[in-house]
């Protein structure tokens, strides 16, 4: 658990962010990546629920990177987890409410779009760079 929590440690490092905002930035390519995986929708709890399972993992890890879990590292954990729930929440239901939102109806156009007329006069014949004759 070192380890991981070693390289969490060097992209926070790398990319400039603090941790918190590592977690808000990890948290939808994440849920977007566990709706590809279980080939479920965005709006599905299955994806959700594996987020919150690896968020829950890594939270377990961070704290019990040192073999014991302090009562002071509780706060910071739960805050971590709505950091990381809490874009993949809202994506959920916006994406489930606009599910459920009827289609709007596509206007009608005012007037029909006007017809390409074709000529059937016959045509000249083209010759090309060989002087051959192409119809």
Do not use: Q
């Not at 995986?37 to 040192?66: F, K, M, Q």
């Amino acid at each position: 658990m070192e380890h991981w929590v070693a390289f969490k440690e060097l992209i926070a490092g790398a990319s400039g962010f603090d941790r918190g905002s590592l977690h808000v930035l990890a948290s939808v390519p994440l849920h977007v990546f566990c709706a590809l995986l279980l080939r479920r929708p965005l709006t599905s709890l299955w994806p959700w629920l594996l987020v919150l399972a690896i968020a829950v993992g890594n939270e377990a890890a961070s704290g019990y990177a040192d073999g014991v879990l302090e009562d002071w590292e509780i706060p910071g954990s739960l805050r971590d987890l709505l950091l990381v729930m809490g874009l993949p929440t809202f994506l959920a239901l916006a994406l489930r409410l606009r599910a459920l939102s009827p289609a709007p109806r596509r206007a009608v156009p005012a007037r029909p779009l006007p017809l390409l007329t074709v000529s059937t006069a016959p045509r000249d014949l083209i010759v090309d760079a060989e002087f051959e004759e192409i119809r």
